[in-house]
């Protein structure tokens, strides 16, 4: 069954496994997850390979080599694999439509979760928020009743594109989303990146479910400040960080 | 008093308290029990015996050898045993009217328990809920002072087996409950698997309390994301994990 | 300046002073206390000494020699001692007017204070509560400006017993208070139980605050469970722990 | 490029140095900080020198020699140092105009950012918030359009000025202050003392949160205990601590 280009270059195909598996391991570490209620992602779209957790496998035992290989539709590479993380089928429809991202990350994160289970965007309170997502993190429509029996992990993937293209969102501006009822999706061009949006996405969350509670007329955060925020980390003119 | 049939494999009782003892002090770990709070037991029908935490003992100190045995009715089967957890009746109770348990998990875990104190179930908002109980998570109804006065813990256990009854719940389906005022009890096939109910448990509970304070309509997710979330981690066709 | 009895057996003191400094690091091992926000003192009523905290020393380096030793007054009884926590009038005033207690811890725990900021007494929502405290835990008067400006630490003390004889509370069944716009002081026959106290009022509060959010109706916990789950943890008939 | 005068002391300059890194690890310590968002600096105003964080480096892998040195313009002092935080404008007004200060400290703390985003000032509500804030924790006005776009950084330290002049506030007697929509900064005579007014500031904003939640009335502490408070820790009078 080994339907990978032996020619692939196997030491990057361990960097890549090596890189999720850390990553998967750094979510645990931020409190991201309880259980095993997670999972990441990279695609090396060259190479044609996506590289993904396991499926319900614990992060103490969790091991480099237990990161499942598939290529760019899902289909599982390496003889004797673990079974991928069921969320799969969302990763591959993401890497599919969003074209600048390398890293996907999923994860049931309380607040963000939270906010998913209300049915609503996280609005842009502050700056905490605007420094990563340039506007409000979207929440998806429900899926049909006709989607979830056929397709539901892929379709997950459906309605999170399609919410970005319907509001004309750039998933590079905003890159992360809430799933109704379910949880968080973030990218990202590192799985680093993807991981740190993850972490991101979680706090502001929880920052905003309280700047609600304490601020009921719930004002936004003005656009020129946002605009502020967003470009003095990102794009042409960022002047935060040592890049 | 060694009541205890002298044939029964020390072996086997061995391993029970010793995976009552881990799962006790896995609680702990889980940051669901403050100083004795909690209790774990198991039960092995076949042998007659069930395994529960002592009353009252620090969980810093506590040994695989304190862990207290009964015969099916919660009488003491060992000389010098221990004082049992005083909730001891409750679980004699579910374990004679669930049959499919061989674990029952209580904690005061501080989220199931601003749900009981409020007399609520907690309503099945999102998939994290889903994936582990198929539907609301039910409250038990307030004992009669005669209940309280005459056999207050075994009544906790008829309370709770009254509402899986009067509901037609399957508590392998909906595996842990409320007792109202008072708290959560999770249980399952094995002892790990029951305190790990009581993780989800609590953690649902903590998101769908901030569910409602975000969403004043109090949305459900749609039933047919119940069954799905459900079952693709259940049963004949569930599709997660690596089993 | 050494005024203390000679003949006090330096044992008896060098364990005092070693209870009240690890009572002390209990204190911020629970999560109780920030900076040095926190005290406990343990009284000797035969010998007549009170062993307390010092003030504004921070915990990661304190030591148990360190700790103050006075007389009933809170008269100070080595030479070279430091300054006793600023709260020790208070302390005296409780010991002299609560006959059975031993010991008194003084925190700022979150929860604790908001309900101190409230203004509120935390009422009676649950058998977590109804285990240790037997009714609503109190909350003081405002003091007043008068004695706020004359004996403000002694007359903390006083606003707290005047309230248990006024409605006749029993200081060792509700084994502490809130005062008002500042927070808990917790007591017990021994420093380990007024500490475990302290924890327990923090827990209580904040499973209280967040029931009243689930529950606007604010339904206590009738008469009779108050009583059992107290009575089957205190008195001559409890049956709970190995006591 | 070296412009620093080359009699300063290396080891006054090391000093500062290893001590601004200390206090920006504390932050992490305690809480304050997700990923790189915080940053602390001292001022030498003899020397002419302040010490700063440099940006978006990691608390990790961060060294005490990384600290980027400027003038008090905030203008570089050391050839190949990293960029100093994009924040150092903000630092450099407050050290111009709050003459008793020496450290400067901002965070994306929790709490703080919750009442920053709600736009309010933090009412004092108990003692905890008087012992080191002689008042509300004021919130600045929104920054207007021009402001973000011409000196962002520079003039966040302007109307954190502006509101502690027009409103006659002490910044010793309040030392902290809220930038709506964006966070906490806090400052202090000495680096520990900045770091520890991020951490109490923290804490008072989460009590208040809920303490709002509690009592709808939203009582504040009465002016007294306001005094007393403050005074028995700071000024002449003050009796707290071993000082």
């Given at each position: 069954m080994l339907k990978m280009n032996e020619t692939i270059d196997q030491k990057i195909l361990n960097d890549m496994k090596y890189r999720v598996w850390q990553a998967n391991l750094a979510l645990e570490k931020a409190n991201l997850?309880?259980?095993?209620w997670g999972n990441v992602s990279e695609v090396n779209r060259e190479l044609g390979i996506i590289v993904i957790k396991p499926s319900g496998v614990p992060y103490a035992t969790?091991?480099?080599?237990q990161m499942v290989v598939t290529d760019?539709?899902?289909?599982?590479?390496?003889?004797?694999a673990l079974k991928p993380s069921s969320d799969l089928p969302t990763h591959v429809y993401l890497y599919k439509h969003f074209a600048g991202i390398n890293a996907v990350v999923h994860t049931h994160s309380k607040y963000a979760v939270m906010w998913a289970q209300s049915g609503r965007d996280v609005p842009p309170y502050g700056t905490t928020h605007a420094d990563t997502f340039y506007g409000a993190i979207p929440c998806t429509r429900q899926l049909t009743q006709e989607e979830v029996e056929t397709a539901y992990e892929r379709d997950t993937g459906k309605v999170i594109v399609e919410r970005f293209e319907n509001d004309n969102i750039d998933p590079l501006a905003i890159p992360g989303v809430l799933t109704i009822g379910h949880g968080p999706f973030t990218w990202g061009q590192t799985v680093n990146k993807a991981v740190e949006n993850a972490v991101v996405l979680d706090e502001v969350a929880h920052m905003a479910l309280f700047t609600e509670v304490l601020n009921v007329k719930h004002d936004l955060l003005p656009n020129y400040m946002l605009d502020k925020h967003y470009f003095r980390k990102h794009g042409a003119n960022a002047y935060y960080g040592q890049g």
């Open positions: 997850v309880v259980l095993t969790m091991t480099a080599e760019l539709e899902g289909h599982l590479l390496e003889e004797n």
